[in-house]
């Protein structure tokens, strides 16, 4: 799928956690809900960091095009290291290795561990990334037209605010981890959850997606998963603008609705 598909089903699947976590009795209090939406509608891009033209690699200027040649090249190397005969052969890393359930853990754990140990610096440094990505994913088109520097801006000026009212008391810095010291743990959720659902958004589509690497599948170790090839679509067709988009809208303010128990 492309960016503005992928970001807009990262914040409704957070949207709906957000519904099925009030039913559970853990109600979100409102910025964690739309925060959250925000960093897994950015979240949601981030795979796809293995694409030199990718939202998220041009992102971030000369440092995410830097970040992307790497990753690329770590993501074929493993490829390539780890293919069982079955596995074509690939020129390449795109759609491997952070198109797996693996990389989408690492990432969310990594991220949990930065805001509890780094503390504000973290959150608003995680917060600043994911709102950025969240800007260009969801107005893609009206970010490219505006310059990165102004996006930068207001992702650096939005991760303050935001950062200054989930510190408020009761306002979301310590939902769902309540002992002390776990301040903020569940940011890495909407970012686990935002890249799950970007790899299962590419299962959709023609070339399918290894997301359960290295779990061997019929012998392959990067069996590319996905629904019957007849189900699948190709990246940016009619089905992705005109029936899946839609419907991410609708599920996701259904879920908000939900959340913030208006239904
Ligand atoms: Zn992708």
């Given at each position: 799928m492309m960016g503005p598909a992928h970001s807009l089903s990262g914040a409704a699947a957070w949207l709906g956690v957000g519904a099925a976590t009030a039913a559970a009795g853990?109600?979100?209090p409102w910025p964690v809900l739309v925060i959250g939406a925000l960093i897994c509608a950015g979240a949601a891009?981030?795979?796809?960091?293995?694409?030199?033209?990718?939202t998220i690699s041009r992102a971030f200027g000369p440092l995410s095009r830097g970040l992307c040649e790497i990753v690329d090249k770590i993501s074929y190397a493993v490829y390539k290291a780890t293919r069982s005969s079955r596995d074509p052969r690939r020129?390449?890393?795109?759609?491997?290795?952070?198109?797996t359930w693996l990389w989408a853990a690492l990432i969310g754990g990594g991220a949990s561990a930065l805001a509890v140990t780094a503390e504000r610096w973290g959150v608003l440094a995680i917060l600043f990334v994911h709102l950025v990505l969240a800007v260009e994913g969801l107005l893609w088109r009206a970010a490219r037209v505006s310059s990165d520097i102004l996006v930068w801006l207001l992702g650096a000026t939005s991760a303050w605010i935001l950062a200054g009212v989930l510190d408020e008391?009761?306002?979301?810095?310590?939902?769902?981890?309540?002992?002390?010291?776990?301040?903020?743990?569940?940011?890495g959720l909407p970012i686990v959850l935002g890249a799950l659902v970007h790899d299962i958004g590419d299962s959709?589509?023609?070339?399918?997606?290894?997301?359960?690497?290295?779990?061997?599948i019929a012998g392959k170790r990067w069996y590319p998963l996905?629904?019957?090839?007849?189900?699948r679509f190709r990246a940016g067709s009619w089905v992705e603008l005109k029936v899946l988009m839609p419907a991410f809208m609708v599920l996701g303010g259904v879920g908000g609705a939900a959340a913030l128990n208006f239904i």
């Open positions: 853990h109600a979100m891009l981030a795979p796809d960091l293995d694409h030199k033209s990718a020129s390449g890393g795109h759609r491997t290795l952070t198109h008391p009761g306002k979301g810095a310590s939902w769902l981890f309540t002992s002390p010291g776990q301040e903020y743990l569940w940011l959709l589509t023609v070339s399918g997606c290894p997301i359960l690497w290295p779990i061997p996905g629904p019957p090839k007849s189900m």
